[in-house]
């Protein structure tokens, strides 16, 4: 199904069931060797207007449906997916650069969510109140609440995971009886089309996922100003979710519900008493994979300054052993190109700044284009950018600490609250730490990840807002609880 839907590499927006052609196109480049994937479509306004009215029109059917009529068509995205699982991880490494292995994983964990999406939505139960509880009032009145869709949810994935953090955003809102207008990232944006086709081809009911492309001031803010928008379910960066709050702040109406899942400085503690050969073989996996272009890539090292030297022996075998830089389509390379030149750029900055404040290198390896190989720089200060800003890249600072209050405050000082992770023997000092942390998430002696998918996801500080994840999390947060109320005559 998917190569034949690829092969003309022109799409078109999706409105009730129907891709519809535009005038204009933008094309996406491979960041493999910038050979064309794909022409998205460049909306108009008038078109994202359609879009618009045709999911309120869906949803006043679709919030009526069963939700085992939803459930059954989540069962068939998930078969058709699993049919196509090649081919959707060929593309996913062509249009991102991802290496065939995480694609892959990407595309087995998609599958799973969603399964399990299905299961848990058969789980969302109201509750039953009594007034007598409390004070003044009698048995004369009982409240029932039900959770119930907030309308139209814009759901607006980031380029890392085009499949697997698209399609809960998909799914959490259209399984609660919400529709959903999808906003198709530029990179990435070919993934997105074709889960496009795999809802059409799983027999979804019309204007019930719709989807947009196209540049970011219609397609992205004309879109979100619209009165008609319930929620936003956003990943990405944080500089955008402040873009699109003041987008939004615009609108002549009250807020709508807001999601973001954002950047992160996530700090990976070392004490000393830690296994240091986990702690490499975690950290290593963790700032990374993807090359390290995941929110939720260790992107600090804050480690005891006695067993430095040694973890950073440690970390180089590792990070050799693990880590084969090169094409992605070859299933030997475990890490392929960074997304743009303008991470490179920025990478390039970060690192220079750092070298020139006194860092030193202590991992790195062929650094050509877009094709980086780990970098690893040791005795990065405070007075360095590299301590704080998110590079999305792979490059890793090492910051010395004398004691754990010191870990502590340097971790707690980012901007960022994503999550952190802590690699010690001892208990109650992991235990404190992480009570002390302002993040949404603390691993103990395991690397920063976002899974398993029954688990929340959140961010503190710039990081984000609500719970974007989970099922049962990202299920409660695109619903609302309704009330109904009896009054009972003769209990008055
Ligand atoms: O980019 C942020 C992702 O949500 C990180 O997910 O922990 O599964 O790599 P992950």
């Known amino acids: 199904m998917i190569k034949e839907f690829i092969k003309n590499k022109k799409y078109g927006y999706l409105v009730d069931n129907t891709w519809v052609y535009t005038e204009n196109y933008k094309e996406v480049f491979s960041p493999i060797d910038d050979s064309l994937v794909g022409k998205l479509p460049l909306m108009n306004t008038k078109q994202i207007d359609e879009c618009i009215e045709s999911s309120y029109n869906a949803f006043l059917k679709w919030r009526d449906t069963s939700k085992n009529y939803r459930v059954n068509i989540l069962y068939k995205v998930s078969d058709i997916i699993k049919e196509e699982k090649e081919d959707l991880t060929l593309l996913i490494t062509e249009e991102v650069g991802k290496s065939y292995k995480e694609a892959s994983d990407e595309v087995v964990r998609t599958a799973d969510i969603i399964t399990f999406y299905a299961t848990e939505a058969q789980r969302i139960l109201g509750e039953v109140l009594y007034s007598e509880s409390f004070p003044g009032f009698g048995k004369e009145k009982m409240a029932i609440t039900q959770k119930v869709p907030l309308g139209i949810v814009v759901s607006i994935p980031p380029f890392n995971y085009p499949l697997n953090e698209t399609i809960p955003k998909i799914i959490g809102a259209i399984v609660t009886g919400n529709t959903t207008i999808l906003k198709a990232p530029n990179q990435g944006g070919i993934t997105c089309m074709v889960i496009g086709e795999i809802f059409r081809k799983a027999g979804l009911d019309n204007g019930v996922l719709n989807i947009v492309s196209g540049d970011n001031d219609i397609a992205g803010d004309y879109l979100l100003q619209s009165k008609k928008i319930n929620a936003l379910n956003f990943t990405g960066s944080t500089k955008t979710a402040v873009h699109i709050q003041k987008v939004l702040s615009q609108r002549n109406t009250v807020l709508p519900t807001i999601l973001l899942g954002l950047g992160g400085k996530d700090a990976s503690i070392v004490l000393p008493d830690a296994d240091l050969n986990l702690a490499a073989e975690q950290i290593a996996i963790g700032a990374f994979s993807f090359s390290g272009q995941r929110c939720t890539a260790i992107k600090r090292v804050l480690i005891d300054n006695t067993i430095a030297d040694e973890f950073i022996d440690k970390l180089k075998e590792v990070i ?7 094409d992605p389509r070859n299933k030997e390379n475990t890490i392929g190109p960074v997304i743009n030149d303008i991470t490179v750029n920025y ?4 690192k220079e700044d750092a070298l020139k404040k006194g860092a030193q290198l202590v991992v790195s390896g062929e650094d050509n284009g877009r094709y980086i190989y780990p970098i690893v ?12 800003e998110e590079p999305f890249s792979p490059i890793l600072p090492i910051i010395r600490v004398n004691n754990i209050n010191e870990a ?3 971790a707690n000082k980012s901007e960022y609250g994503l999550q952190s992770s802590i690699f010690t023997k001892n208990i109650d000092d992991a235990f404190y730490i992480a009570s002390q942390l302002d993040v949404g998430n603390v691993q103990i002696n395991g690397k920063d990840s976002r899974g398993p998918d029954n688990f929340p996801f959140n961010g503190t500080k710039s990081s984000g807002i609500g719970n974007i994840q989970g099922a049962k999390y990202l299920i409660d947060s695109l619903t609302r609880i309704k009330t109904t109320v009896l009054n009972f005559k003769n209990h008055e």
């Open 320 to 326: 050799k052993k693990k880590f084969i830089l090169g």
């Open 347 to 350: 990478l390039h900055t970060l």
């Open 377 to 388: 720089l040791d005795h990065i200060t405070e007075d360095m950018r590299l301590a704080w």
């Open 408 to 410: 502590i405050t340097i």
